[in-house]
């Protein structure tokens, strides 16, 4: 940073800390409830470390100067990577020659462009590891977005791990007092972040959302974490719909639906919060509000209890700004804050009233989402609320037809100029180092507008097929018009720039259970209690492999690319030995998948069926899901697949808002390379990416990472 602003961040901190609220419980995760430390002491010891900083900078300055520590050598002064999650080759390539990417065109003319071959799986939380760590799912750990835990067959999420207990604060002999709740939160990717290995040698970095990033490492430079961070309910998003629609039924997933009452123009819906920590049982906070329909297009929204309340006026089919929520426990002091949006879907002839996740508070952050914690108070302070979840584009609220393109649109683009702000943040306070910033509308907006590329998707019937239908060229140039920005801002010498993708896309049109398939070839077994469909007489299974007689199963799915055998030296109640026997199972299972027929298209559904133990060699492939699934485009595992359910048929349309996808066979779906300089080679690879950066910076590249730098002599191919 520049000296003037090195004092910047510490000022903030000071008039944070002289404003904050009173201290909060602060929210620990996923069932672990509440942990005794205060929002208040969290800013307080922000204030601290910003006071730690300016004491011993000179120190630093010294030592710097002895050592030569954070000199950075070579022409490369500093390195711009923004990514755009889920940005297509041959879509750009279409969107350039359609005159809608410039800037990009630019680059490809000046520089280069080229696919980026992705993850093996082609998702994005194992892909962006892949670019952060420049190792393989088997080196990483990260797998998917969920995997099963092997002592109850449970789903877990693959990226993150809390434990919550009670920790006396005074103990006698064995007699322990003042009991409190405590956890810990530990990030299961494996590697180092070539950011890191850059901090190592004093050379700052500023890492805005990256996926897998959460919770944030310690290294030199600054983060704010992306993908998984949860909400402060500690779901992965949960959003909340009011209505007078009695047609509208609870959503499969992300949210609830709540049927309310409408008298004289007035409607009460109390907004629930994270559990009550001062509760024996899981009661949750709840935070009273009123809305008042002052006429068809207008409301009155009054939050909170008599004396505390907070109005605003909320226009239809308009997003409210972020507004703070505090939840208190019905006993003691204890609250805790989090920010949400409202917007209106109508009020007559039927009320529609939809609330965002609850997010994390940027300014009073109840888990840790940034490094150092004073990062998104400082972010907060400067630019104002911002979003915090992982997942912060509502896809589930549209999938469940709550809100509407229109409304998701919108949702999109807001959180796209936050992310603006914080790059160009980023960019003007990190004059020598790296600066990395993923975007993540392109994936989002993907995801819910691939349908309106292909007239014959199947979620195109009953829905909008107008409106929408040029969305997905317009993030693009979005996008584009943002790289023409940052252009402006960089020194044709000094900067270099890359713009990267993690995978590519395309039509989602019929999903696969692979549970029904094992099932109806004997290699799924379910419980003699479970439901039958009584016209086909076939034994189903609900979510979460709920009724699976794990006696004699021999293999099952859990997840969006991967099947599991029931490994005797893995899984609790394992029944497949290792060595011959699960090699000769795997075997036969990838030559009968290999063969599988779509019987509506009469087309083969697999380009490849991949084990796990031919394409990985790294350490945590025994974790790994023992085969891998290679969809053609157009097919993926089935949204009931991905939960571990086992319906009746093995082939579903999919007719769900989420049209696009990517999780198919890798080579289908790479991503995007653009470099304001030459590439020296034709297939470039995401692990690629933190060998470049690297020898950017001329630092040594550890013998572990599996990619080469893309500058430079090619010194061998992607290591196996």
């Not at 998701?408 to 992310?419: H, V």
């Amino acid at each position: 940073m520049k000296r003037s602003r090195r004092f910047l961040l510490p000022l903030v901190v000071l008039l944070a800390w002289l404003s904050a609220p009173d201290p909060a419980m602060a929210y620990i995760g996923p069932g672990a409830g509440f942990a005794f430390l205060s929002g208040g002491l969290v800013l307080v010891g922000s204030l601290f470390l910003a006071l730690g900083i300016l004491l011993i900078y000179p120190l630093k300055m010294v030592y710097r100067l002895l050592t030569g520590a954070g000199k950075i050598k070579g022409e490369t002064k500093r390195l711009v990577i923004i990514g755009f999650d889920g940005m297509d080759p041959r879509l750009a390539q279409r969107f350039m020659e359609e005159g809608r990417m410039p800037n990009m065109k630019a680059m490809a003319e000046e520089g280069s462009f080229a696919p980026l071959e992705t993850a093996y799986p082609s998702m994005s939380p194992v892909a962006w590891s892949s670019f952060s760590t420049g190792v393989d799912a088997s080196r990483h750990n990260i797998f998917d977005f969920i995997t099963r835990d092997p002592c109850t067959y449970l789903p877990i999420l693959s990226s993150t791990e809390i434990n919550s207990a009670e920790k006396a604060l005074l103990k006698i002999g064995k007699l322990e007092l003042f009991k409190r709740p405590t956890s810990s939160i530990r990030l299961l990717r494996k590697g180092t972040p070539w950011w890191k290995t850059l901090g190592d040698k004093k050379i700052f970095s500023n890492i805005i959302r990256v996926p897998i990033t959460f919770p944030p490492e310690e290294f030199h430079g600054v983060m704010l974490s992306g993908m998984c961070v949860p909400d402060l309910k500690g779901t992965q998003g949960s959003f909340t719909f009011w209505t007078t629609d009695q047609t509208l039924t609870g959503p499969e997933a992300g949210g609830d639906v709540l049927l309310v009452g409408k008298s004289n123009q007035v409607v009460r819906c109390p907004i629930t919060g994270p559990p009550d920590p001062s509760q024996s049982t899981a009661t949750p906070m709840r935070i009273p509000m009123k809305v008042e329909i002052l006429s068809a297009d207008k409301l009155r929204l009054t939050i909170g209890a008599k004396g505390e309340e907070q109005v605003l006026r909320l226009g239809v089919k308009e997003y409210s700004d972020w507004i703070t929520l505090e939840f208190k426990a019905a006993k003691g002091r204890a609250k805790v804050t989090g920010i949400a949006r409202f917007y209106c879907m109508g009020t007559e002839p039927e009320f529609g009233l939809y609330m965002t996740p609850i997010q994390i508070d940027p300014a009073n952050p109840a888990m840790p989402i940034s490094h150092p914690t004073v990062y998104s108070i400082y972010l907060a302070k400067k630019h104002g609320p911002f979003s915090t979840l992982g997942l912060a584009e509502d896809t589930w609220a549209l999938n469940e037809r709550v809100i509407d393109e229109e409304a998701f649109w919108k949702q999109a683009l807001n959180i796209w100029q936050e992310r603006r702000k914080q790059l160009f943040d980023a960019l003007r306070n990190t004059p020598k180092g790296s600066v990395v910033c993923v975007f993540d509308g392109t994936d989002r907006v993907s995801h819910m507008f691939h349908r309106y590329l292909d007239p014959e998707h199947p979620a195109n019937e009953g829905k909008d097929t107008e409106w929408g239908k040029d969305k997905v060229a317009e993030i693009y140039s979005i996008a584009d018009q943002l790289v023409g920005e940052v252009r402006k801002k960089l020194h044709p010498k000094r900067d270099r720039l890359m713009i990267i993708s993690d995978h590519g896309f395309c039509q989602f049109k019929r999903g696969v259970n692979l549970n029904a398939w094992l099932r109806d070839h004997g290699y799924l077994v379910l419980k003699d209690d479970a439901p039958v469909d009584e016209a086909s007489g076939k034994v189903l299974s609900r979510d979460w492999l709920q009724d699976v007689d794990w006696s004699k199963t021999k293999a099952f799915a859990l997840g969006l690319t991967g099947l599991f055998i029931n490994r005797k030296a893995r899984e609790r109640d394992g029944i497949v030995e290792e060595g011959a026997e699960l090699r000769e199972l795997k075997a036969e299972i990838v030559s009968k998948l290999s063969k599988l027929i779509d019987p509506k298209t009469g087309e083969e559904v697999f380009k490849e069926v991949f084990d796990a133990d031919q394409i990985f060699t790294g350490p945590y492939v025994f974790q790994a899901p023992d085969l891998f699934m290679g969809y053609k485009r157009g097919y993926r595992n089935s949204w009931d697949c991905a939960t571990g359910a086992c319906p009746v048929d093995v082939f579903s349309d999919n007719t769900k808002s989420w049209s696009g996808d990517h999780c198919i066979d890798p080579r289908e779906v790479p991503g995007v390379i653009f470099s304001d300089r030459p590439l020296n080679t034709d297939k470039p690879n995401l692990m690629d990416l933190g060998p470049t950066a690297l020898h950017l910076f001329d630092t040594p590249i550890p013998p572990y990472m599996q990619g080469q730098p893309l500058f430079g002599p090619r010194q061998a191919e992607v290591k196996s």
